[in-house]
């Protein structure tokens, strides 16, 4: 798993999408090898706070003793691997003391280069969970990067993943035990369905699963054929299931079912919420932008929640408050508090935003609007900067939404544009190479350098997949693009200029080790929206 989460989240800085070694030489026998600094290391299970320290030597021992061990692949200089390390030893000491104990053991992978390599380590911190001593085939961590999100992940896995219901008092007490639980009713327990299930309930370890087969349960819930069973303490109260006897139970189909019917229908964008929001994986997200301290807007709810019923699992219905938390997105999707009443549908897989003519908030309305974009009959709402007066007679030409397709595709020019965010570490690192670069060919007419804040501006085309972003347009017939992958220094980008859009061919480089999750180029920070790579 990748450092600091992979969603997509569109609020920016608190985590949401609307806006997503050293190895010293074996010696003969391979039983014990001197550390570059002298240290012996052996097959011996060394512990750091309940958490095994592993390297090459003892890796394989590990796995053969523990049927259930996750291993942290991190570097000691990673700061999301830091943060992780105390919940991480936490969850250590809270699963050696389970019934079924799973353990906990971490890599430096920076000093133990061969199991970096062997495992196809990218990033730090990476969680892989080694089941039965199996090396070949570990599975990446999916869950929460706190200390209840990794307990409650290994504990699915050590299993059982769902409870077993015996009766009807214990189906009952387990139904009314949480807000929501979902409940598979399977006549063969052994069978291909329930397997799927229990797939199921792994990965979703924030709802509680049960299985029932006794007939007598069929009967107390009204089912003759298998069936799974979502109970909650709102909306609907009940959603059924049936399983298809031809084509049986789909794990992904089933996931993405639960995860859209354990949300309430129409959610309210608060921090406790945000989370549950962005983890449901709903392809697009319908926002009401309102004032709760105004009567006239609240009103405006119950029309947006007649709508919400028909789009259930493909668009999730988000009600924001412009004067509360939702004040922090507003930014984001180019509005003000005095916008408020206003709506806006986002794609979430290209974070497209979509704006809705406000004569009307009626359910009729907004569902006629949403089949729309559905349907591919809207065009997205582009963001824009205003440009500066003077945005054309700089160095470095500073371009907005409005300006970028003229420059970026006029054919009597090479352009090379910077994509930046204002927060962004790296942007910042490397700005006055940029300006010297402008500097440099700013009396070259057929070369522009520019620049453009990717978070305050959105091209049609064009998705921003991390930052900075450097993109080279050459002249010429034809949208052509290329992205530049060199070192952030002016002499590296005037080779790549003076050769047309490519870099000079280099000597085969040493492999450099992976970087923390920030990379050379920075992710989007939460509320871009842009996909968080790392690289």
């Given at each position: 798993m990748r450092g600091c989460g992979a969603r997509l989240v569109w609020l920016l800085g608190l985590g949401l999408a609307w806006l997503g070694p050293v190895l010293g030489g074996e010696d003969k026998d391979g039983e014990v090898v001197t550390g570059e600094e002298g240290e012996m290391l052996s097959d011996e299970l060394g512990e750091e706070d309940g958490v095994?320290?592993?390297?090459?030597?003892?890796?394989?021992?590990?796995l053969s003793e523990h049927r259930l061990l996750l291993v942290e692949f991190y570097a000691p200089w990673c700061g999301h691997c830091q943060r992780l390390a105390p919940a991480y030893a936490e969850a250590a000491v809270a699963l050696r003391n389970e019934s079924r104990p799973a353990r906990l053991g971490k890599v430096d992978a920076t000093a133990q280069t061969a199991l970096a390599n062997e495992?196809?380590?990218?990033?730090?911190?990476?969680?892989?969970?080694?089941?039965?001593?199996?090396?070949?085939?570990?599975?990446?961590?999916?869950?929460?990067?706190?200390?209840?999100?990794?307990?409650?992940?290994?504990?699915?896995?050590?299993?059982?993943?769902?409870?077993?219901?015996?009766?009807?008092?214990?189906?009952?007490?387990?139904?009314?035990?949480?807000?929501l639980v979902v409940v598979g009713f399977f006549k063969d327990l052994?069978?291909?369905?329930?397997?799927?299930?229990?797939?199921?309930?792994?990965?979703?370890?924030?709802?509680?699963?049960?299985v029932a087969d006794a007939t007598e349960l069929f009967q107390a819930y009204g089912l003759s054929a298998d069936t799974v069973c979502v109970f909650k303490k709102f909306?609907?109260?009940?959603?059924?299931?049936?399983?298809?006897?031809?084509?049986?139970l789909d794990a992904a189909e089933l996931t993405q079912l639960l995860r859209a019917h354990s949300l309430d229908l129409v959610m309210e964008f608060t921090s406790e919420t945000s989370d549950q929001i962005f983890s449901a994986k709903i392809p697009h997200h319908m926002l009401l932008f309102l004032n709760k301290s105004s009567s006239s807007q609240l009103a405006l709810r119950d029309g947006f929640r007649a709508a919400a019923g028909a789009f259930r699992g493909e668009v999730l219905f988000v009600v924001v408050d412009v004067a509360g938390y939702g004040a922090n997105v507003l930014t984001f999707f180019g509005?003000?508090?005095?916008?408020?009443?206003?709506?806006?549908?986002?794609?979430?897989?290209?974070?497209?935003?979509?704006?809705?003519?406000?004569d009307s908030f009626s359910d009729t309305a907004i569902s006629t609007f949403i089949q729309a974009v559905l349907d591919g009959k809207v065009k997205p709402h582009l963001l824009s900067a205003v440009p500066p007066e003077d945005w054309d007679t700089r160095a470095v030409k500073v371009l907005v939404g409005q300006t970028f397709e003229q420059v970026a595709f006029d054919e009597t020019k090479n352009v090379f544009v910077k994509f930046y965010a204002p927060w962004c570490s790296h942007c910042q690192a490397m700005a006055a190479a940029w300006e010297e670069l402008g500097e440099r060919y700013k009396d070259h007419e057929d070369i522009v350098i520019a620049e453009l804040d990717a978070t305050a501006n959105e091209m049609e085309n064009i998705t921003i997949t991390g930052f900075p972003t450097l993109s080279y347009f050459p002249a010429g017939p034809g949208r052509k693009m290329v992205e530049f992958k060199g070192s952030?220094?002016?002499?590296?980008?005037?080779?790549?200029?003076?050769?047309?859009?490519?870099?000079?061919?280099?000597?085969?480089?040493?492999?450099?080790?992976?970087?923390?999750?920030?990379?050379?180029?920075?992710?989007?920070?939460?509320?871009?929206?842009?996909?968080?790579?790392e690289l």
């Open positions: 095994l320290v592993l390297h090459e030597h003892n890796f394989a021992r590990a495992f196809g380590i990218t990033s730090y911190p990476t969680l892989k969970l080694f089941r039965d001593g199996n090396r070949t085939h570990p599975i990446d961590y999916t869950g929460h990067m706190d200390m209840k999100g990794i307990v409650r992940w290994m504990q699915r896995r050590a299993g059982p993943s769902a409870t077993r219901l015996q009766d009807t008092d214990t189906a009952s007490t387990f139904i009314s035990s949480q807000d052994g069978g291909k369905a329930a397997q799927a299930f229990y797939e199921v309930a792994m990965e979703m370890v924030d709802v509680p699963f049960g909306d609907e109260g009940r959603t059924d299931f049936p399983v298809d006897p031809a084509q049986g509005i003000t508090p005095s916008d408020a009443p206003t709506l806006r549908l986002v794609k979430m897989k290209n974070n497209r935003k979509y704006r809705m003519e406000q952030h220094d002016v002499e590296t980008f005037s080779k790549f200029l003076e050769n047309g859009g490519m870099l000079p061919e280099e000597p085969p480089a040493v492999p450099k080790t992976p970087e923390d999750s920030t990379g050379t180029r920075e992710q989007s920070p939460p509320g871009t929206g842009v996909s968080r790579d």
